[in-house]
Structures are given as structure tokens and as C-alpha cells.
């Protein structure tokens, strides 16, 4: 199984609760078909434990989760919550993907149970998701050459971390796989200064969203940690809009 370069906080086994519904046929969702960008998605599930609701055909739902990916052999192992059978035909599968979006995929596989494995079956990666984005707000990406990071104090360490993208409601850092280590979904990070271009500097409290392992060529391995800022004061919210309405602006 592939090893993944950070290892955040799991959640606990999914509940009914967790239930994500199904993407509908009037939604405006987009297909992500690139092998390595699925793999990628099914990685980020595995790591943060998210629940995966699986859609039987005639028959209720079901909870699992995605226990561990193999990107060699293209498959995964899908960890059932409960003592269930899955029947043939095709079934569908939804999770979501951080707090704003949610992916959604079928399978019309060979559903015997692994051996010695629990309730986990393999399954191969599917050949094209369905990707609903359901963000409020548009995110920008920072204009290359500004001065654009956030900086702040986790358990007595410094962190400086570039920003990928901001909107009015949300900030997108670049983080190492060593800094990823103190971060999980749910982690909330407060006083974090925000250095929003050449004039403009807030604090803020964020709150982990989403994390991400991606690599590129110059860097190699690195952590999207996609955050949510919190308390935002009716100040920052103007603060914000300034800095949002300027990248607008030239783009």
C-alpha cells in the first residue's frame, strides 16, 4: 500500500450521522477523469478517515471508509462499517471532500470480502468522479511575486507558510509534509497573521478544512491545507474585500 507523506489525524469509525446524499442529475458538477488526480482525491480519504456512503442498487445505505489505497495496482480497500453484504450490480459511492465539496463515483466490481481482512473489500480505482464544488466563495490564486503567508505559534514552533489562494471567507497555505504533522481536519489555529499583499496584514483564527498531499517538480512533496477563517470580525470582512476586490481587478 502506498506510504503517504504526512499522516493526519483519522476520524472515528463513520455513523449514519455522517451520511453524505447523492450528487443529483441537476447539479452542476464537473468529471474528474485523471487517473493520478482520482488516486490523489482517494489518498486524501484514506488519510483523514472521511466517511464514504455507499448507495447499494433497492437496497438503504451504508457507511464505510477508505482503510488503505494502492496506486501500483490501482485499487483500494474500502472498510465496511457494519456487517453487510454487498449485492451485485453497479453501486455508488459519495464522500465529501473537505467542508466545500463532494465526490461521487460507481463500481460494478467483484465485491468478495478480502480474507483475514475484517469487513474490508478491494476495489479498483474508478475510471471517471463526480466533483461538486459547494463553495460559497470564489478562490483566487495569489498573484505570483506578492506577498502572500500566514505566520503563526503551534505547540512553541514557528510556522510560516506561503498562500495558494484566499477568498472572503477562506485561505488556502502551502505547507510541508514536516509541518503537516501538527495539523489535522478540525485543527483550529488561532492569532495567525495574514499577510494579504505589499499594505495589508490581519489576524485571524482558521480552522483545518482540508489537507492535501500533492508534489511539484521544483518542491517535491508538499501539504494543500485549505482553512476557514473563524470570529471574523465586520473589520477583517472589509480588510478582506479590499484585498479580494484587488486581485479581481487584474486579473
Not at 455508488?92 to 465526490?103: E, P
Not at 466490481?109 to 478480502?114: K, L, N, Q, Y
Not at 483566487?140 to 505559534?153: C, E, I, K, Q, S
Request: proline share 6%.
Amino acid at each position: 500500500m502506498t506510504d503517504l507523506a504526512f499522516a493526519p489525524m483519522r476520524k472515528g469509525p463513520p455513523s449514519l450521522a455522517d451520511a453524505v446524499e447523492r450528487i443529483t442529475l441537476n447539479s452542476i458538477a464537473h468529471e474528474m477523469r485523471d487517473p493520478f488526480d482520482i488516486g490523489d482525491a482517494l489518498a486524501t480519504l484514506s488519510a483523514t478517515g472521511e466517511a464514504v456512503t455507499v448507495y447499494p442498487p433497492g437496497r438503504d445505505f451504508t457507511m464505510a471508509r477508505i482503510d488503505a489505497i494502492d496506486t501500483d495496482a490501482s485499487t483500494f480497500l474500502l472498510d465496511l462499517a457494519e456487517d453487510v453484504t454487498l449485492p451485485e450490480g453497479r453501486i455508488a459511492f459519495v464522500a465529501a471532500l473537505g467542508s466545500n465539496a463532494k465526490m461521487q463515483f460507481e463500481l460494478d466490481a467483484d465485491w468478495a470480502m478480502v480474507r483475514g481482512a475484517g469487513r474490508r473489500v478491494q476495489m479498483p480505482f474508478p475510471e471517471v468522479c463526480l466533483v461538486l464544488n459547494r463553495r460559497a466563495e470564489q478562490r483566487l490564486d495569489t498573484p505570483v511575486g506578492g506577498n502572500y503567508g500566514a505566520r503563526f505559534t503551534l505547540l512553541g514552533k514557528v510556522f510560516d507558510m506561503p498562500l495558494y489562494d484566499f477568498s472572503r471567507n477562506g485561505v488556502g497555505l502551502r505547507a510541508t509534509p514536516e509541518q503537516a504533522l501538527e495539523l489535522y481536519v478540525g485543527k483550529k489555529i488561532e492569532n495567525v497573521e495574514l499577510e494579504m499583499g505589499p499594505s495589508l496584514v490581519v489576524q485571524a483564527d482558521l480552522e483545518v478544512r482540508l489537507l492535501r498531499p500533492f508534489r511539484t517538480f521544483l518542491l517535491g512533496a508538499q501539504v494543500q491545507v485549505g482553512c476557514r477563517i473563524s470570529n471574523m470580525s465586520m473589520q477583517m470582512r472589509q480588510s478582506l474585500d479590499r484585498a479580494v476586490t484587488k486581485v479581481e481587478q487584474r486579473r
